[in-house]
């Protein structure tokens, strides 16, 4: 295969994850959560597996006339932003005026995060919060704490799109790159496996996912805390 086409292909790859958005949109809307938390899995390794090929293919060189990274930028809004907002309403994670107030203030915030040409730190980590909310429903259909805390976790991390936090990109941070990774692997199994489950209670499951949740949002900021030249 030519170059041309290797690059190509990335980019048809890339796009796969508008159709996984819109598989999983239909399910949200069939308030089927675990077969919705399935493809946005799967658009979640995705995301994980095609920046590294358009990288290794060169495609802005190879293939420049479609621009991958606004694409990406397209689809994470669906699956990372719209989808999980709207799940965080009608799942009944969030009742009532929070589950409103949520699904309005979610997709207002991250268009403006997602627009800021500041988001990306100079070791390809995350400046503030990246509006990984997709990653944040899932962890919450599992753990399934109570409305308030659900509440204030999603404010928190909305003012955290717009502070000064480091959070890692498991793939392309390189400092902890095999841990985080690793990690982020597990959350992942963890996470389909619960949907596969349909959310079926599973105290080592849920423990698991609360686990690593916790190592992908800190990881960043412990790095902050110990600079890499301590270590």
Same mark, same amino acid.
């Given at each position: 295969? *030519?170059? $041309? ?14 159709? %996984? =958005? ?12 675990? *077969? ?32 991958? !990274? ?8 669906? #699956?990372? @932003? @719209? ?24 997709? /207002?915030?991250?268009?403006?995060? /997602?627009?800021? #040409?500041? &988001? ?5 980590? /995350? ?7 997709? &990653? ?15 509440? +204030?976790? !999603?404010?928190?991390?909305? +003012?955290? &799109? ?9 793939? $392309?941070?390189? $400092?902890?790159?095999?841990?985080? %990774?690793? !990690?982020?692997?597990?959350? #992942? ?9 349909? /959310? ?5 499951? *849920? =423990?698991?996912?609360? =686990? ?20």
């Amino acid at each position: 295969m *030519t170059p $041309r086409l290797s690059a190509l292909a990335v980019h048809l790859f890339t796009a796969i994850g508008a159709s %996984l =958005a819109m598989l999983a949109l239909h399910e949200a809307f069939q308030q089927d959560w675990a *077969t919705m938390a399935l493809w946005l899995a799967l658009a979640f390794v995705v995301d994980g597996i095609d920046g590294p090929l358009a990288r290794h293919y060169d495609v802005k060189k190879n293939a420049p006339e479609i621009d991958g !990274v606004l694409m990406d930028l397209i689809i994470d809004f669906l #699956t990372y @932003v @719209v989808i999980p907002a709207y799940a965080l309403y009608a799942s009944g994670l969030l009742p009532g005026w929070s589950g409103w107030l949520v699904v309005l203030l979610v997709p /207002f915030a991250s268009a403006i995060y /997602f627009a800021d #040409t500041r &988001m990306k730190t100079a070791d390809n980590s /995350f400046s503030g919060f990246p509006g990984c909310w997709n &990653m944040v429903v899932l962890a919450l259909l599992v753990i399934e704490p109570p409305w308030w805390v659900t509440l +204030a976790l !999603v404010i928190v991390l909305t +003012a955290a &799109m717009f502070l000064s936090l480091k959070f890692v990109h498991p793939v $392309r941070t390189e $400092r902890w790159r095999a841990l985080s %990774l690793s !990690v982020a692997v597990l959350w #992942t199994a963890g996470i389909a496996f619960a949907a596969w489950t349909d /959310f079926a209670s599973n105290p080592v499951l *849920t =423990a698991l996912v609360a =686990a690593t949740s916790v190592y992908l949002l800190v990881a960043g900021v412990a790095q902050q805390l110990w600079p890499k030249h301590n270590e």
